[in-house]
């Protein structure tokens, strides 16, 4: 393979595997690794695993004479991404909290590491080669287990002044709702997340029909009412909270990722719709200004998010 310039190692750590690779500076991963992360062994066997990861990459490198300038690392979690510390975990990553992951990988692999959020990371790969890729300034949301998201101004992501910016998973739109894992009550994350969703469907009748989230849009598209109900309800909660996003930020248009994307129109047609219904008369005016659109990288986006920096 002919590699034109240099490359980086891009790696997106999760709660139950790492992703790891090797990014060109068109965005292209050239060679890849997935481990699982195995993070119940604690804070300094992960710290091994990762530099195991990278220093494998190094070598696949250097047997090519390709030149790394440098990692990315998205984690899951609260990043002070300008000290790349680890502010605050998830119950995935236990112990995670106060890592300073950039300064000890930079120790042990020699390299500079950037370190990052990993739905900061996610988008960004989307505002460097992905869906974002036309636009400047745009909103990007992850719907997984939990609710993640980013604000992208000038092609970058908005950190905020502590890089904890983009937190919209847990901004409140039920006054009196479902308590959040955080702490709080009624986050858009209890509505909106596919946690949510199955949450829903067992609290439903027939929930043995509707135990997966490929048996809920399996019968939605067939028909049957239980499922449908279900979906048209999950599109008007996501629609709610974009609603909201779009009246803080104007954006030129909002991207979303995680695995409910791959539902295509079916889901985002009735959240289009939705949020159109949501949205003030000027707002809606220009809905058309506002596009919904799936993220394109899918399960790349991390690996390549995360070091977007290094080429743009």
């Known amino acids: 393979m002919v590699v034109s ?20 500076g068109d965005g ?39 030149e790394i300038r440098g990692v990315g ?15 605050g975990a998830t119950a995935n ?20 590491v950037a370190v990052d959020n990993d739905a900061n990371a996610m988008a960004f790969g989307e505002a460097w080669v992905g869906a974002g890729r ?21 092609r970058r992501p908005y950190r905020g002044r502590d890089g904890f910016a983009g937190e919209f998973g847990h901004h409140v739109i039920e006054g009196g709702g479902i308590p959040c894992n955080c702490g709080r009550i009624g986050c858009w994350e209890q509505y909106a997340s596919v946690t949510a969703l199955m949450r829903m469907a067992r609290e439903r009748e027939n929930a043995d029909l509707l135990a997966t989230p490929k048996g809920i ?17 999950y599109a008007r909660y996501i629609a709610m909270g974009l609603a909201n996003l779009i009246h803080l930020f ?8 995680g695995a409910v994307t791959e539902q295509g129109d079916f889901l985002l047609g009735r959240i289009r719709q939705a949020v159109a219904g949501c949205l003030l008369p000027v707002y809606g005016e220009a809905a058309e200004a506002t596009p919904i659109i799936s993220a394109e990288l899918g399960n790349d986006g991390g690996v390549i998010g995360a070091v977007a ?4």
């Open 309 to 312: 920096g290094y080429f743009i």
């Open 93 to 112: 990553l236990p112990g995670w909290a106060g890592m300073r992951l950039s300064e000890r990988l930079q120790s042990r692999t020699g390299l500079p």
């Open 5 to 24: 310039g240099d490359v980086a190692i891009g790696i997106d750590l999760g709660g139950t595997n790492i992703k790891a690779g090797l990014v060109t």
């Open 73 to 87: 690392v998205g984690s899951a979690g609260q990043i002070d991404s300008g000290k790349g510390v680890v502010m």
């Open 217 to 233: 849009f399996n019968g939605a598209r067939e028909g049957y009412g239980p499922a449908l109900d279900l979906v048209d309800g």
């Open 134 to 154: 036309h636009w400047r300034d745009f909103v990007c949301v992850t719907l997984g287990t939990g609710v993640g998201g980013c604000l992208i101004l000038g």
């Open 28 to 66: 292209a991963i050239i060679h890849r690794l997935s481990l699982p992360t195995e993070a119940q062994k604690g804070p300094e066997a992960l710290m091994d695993r990762l530099a195991e990861i990278i220093s494998a990459l190094q070598a696949y490198a250097r047997d090519r004479a390709w």
């Open 250 to 257: 104007n954006p030129q248009g909002i991207v979303v990722g």
